[in-house]
């Protein structure tokens, strides 16, 4: 099994939550900006190596706790869409923290709005690094709450406060969607592994639960 992939993941982690302990700070919107293209381009070399090693591929599980014949366990999969998925989500948000720099120079908040941005990050790590719907439905929680407190940053806009609202009600509409069939899984299969969820013959209950999730996580169907 290749470690890279894990361990440079975990060293991404590690330099976002490190970077966090340090947001009282007078530079650290600029700790925040070097360490997010610091992770941008470690990201880049699992990617590399799984472009030039067919068994780049790499899969580890850690056991919470047990629930008798079932193991609750978090689990991480590093494949072809994650690993390309990550240099993108790390160059798009160096992106946003080089225009937010411009723009929100004179906003006295702006180390709190650059705070709320690495947590949004580290849950979209966690969210498409998920091996299982265990540690999925973890990232999925954060990115929704921080979707809430960025999208109403400017809460005395009414347009700004009305689309954080939406947000969150849209939210909490897949979330309904995501435990119908988290909970139909692991009453009828005892497992949350993405790896045997898509090996399944289609199930009514569970397509309509993850698509009602899709649909209002990323506003569509009827959630706009």
């Known amino acids: 099994m290749n470690h890279m ?39 880049l070399c699992p990617l590399y190596a799984f472009l030039t090693d067919d068994n780049a591929n790499a899969s580890v599980t850690t056991t919470w706790f047990s629930l008798g ?14 690993l390309l998925f990550l240099p993108v989500a790390f160059l798009v948000t160096w992106s946003i923290l080089e225009f937010s720099t411009w723009y929100m120079q004179h906003d006295p908040n702006i180390d709190m709005f650059f705070k709320y941005l690495l947590i949004f990050l580290l849950a979209m790590v966690i969210l498409v690094c998920s091996g299982n719907l265990c540690l999925l439905f973890v990232g999925w929680e954060g990115v929704g709450m921080m979707s809430f407190l960025l999208i109403g940053w ?30 139909w899984l692991l009453m009828n299969l005892y497992s949350l592994d993405l790896s045997l969820v898509l090996s399944l013959p289609p199930n009514f209950l569970v397509l309509f639960g993850f698509i009602t999730a899709a649909a209002s996580k990323s506003a569509q169907f009827g959630f706009t």
Do not use: E, W
Not at 10 to 23: D, E, G, P
Not at 72 to 80: A, E, M, R, W, Y
Not at 168 to 181: C, E, M, P, T, W
């Open 5 to 43: 992939p894990l361990a440079v993941v975990s060293l991404i982690i590690l330099l976002i939550v490190v970077t966090l302990l340090f947001s009282r700070t007078k530079y650290f919107h600029l700790m925040t900006m070097n360490a997010v293209k610091t992770a941008f381009f470690l990201s």
């Open 69 to 82: 014949i079932y193991n609750l366990s978090f689990t991480t999969q590093f494949d072809l869409y994650t």
């Open 154 to 183: 400017y809460h005395a806009r009414a347009n700004a406060a009305t689309a954080a609202l939406q947000a969150v009600l849209y939210n909490r509409g897949g979330d309904i969607g995501f435990l119908l069939a988290f909970c």
